[in-house]
């Protein structure tokens, strides 16, 4: 598995944030990003593997900030058995908790997003930070 997008929103309903590098914490997720504080949703990871699957189905090149998720993670398919698992992306180490829900708003920005989503867990995962850290755009990662 490998990071291959970082990114973040400063306040709900504004764009999704894209950087190279981030810091993650326990207290505040990714740094900056408004949904960071602890809980069960406190950070959310999307598998690009799929996002271009669902692309493809759609027809459209749409861009993974659409999806609003935080980390896009190559060589992954997020599934049901992953909730409890731990990711390690250094010394970064965030247990998946739970599926990620899509909402209507998906169809506000690509029609047919929504139900595209809406199956087999391909609106991704969101995780709680158990260790922080530093990450960074091409790093690997791996489950405990």
């Not at 949703?41 to 593997?49: M, V």
Request: aromatic share 4%; net charge negative; hydrophobic share 40%.
């Amino acid at each position: 598995m490998r990071i291959e997008k970082i990114a973040y929103k400063e306040e709900r309903g504004q764009p999704m944030l894209e950087v190279a590098t981030s810091q993650i914490s326990l207290e505040a997720g990714l740094a900056g990003d408004i949904s960071g504080k602890p809980g069960t949703r406190q950070i959310t990871l999307l598998s690009a593997d799929v996002w271009q699957e669902v692309c493809a189905e759609l027809s459209e090149q749409v861009p993974w900030t659409v999806r609003r998720a935080n980390l896009l993670v190559a060589g992954v398919r997020f599934k049901q058995s992953d909730v409890g698992r731990i990711l390690h992306i250094g010394d970064v180490q965030i247990e998946i908790t739970r599926e990620t829900v899509p909402c209507k708003l998906m169809d506000a920005q690509v029609s047919g997003l929504l139900a595209a989503l809406n199956k087999e867990w391909r609106g991704g995962v969101c995780g709680r930070v158990v260790a922080g850290g530093n990450i960074e755009v091409g790093d690997n990662a791996h489950w405990a």
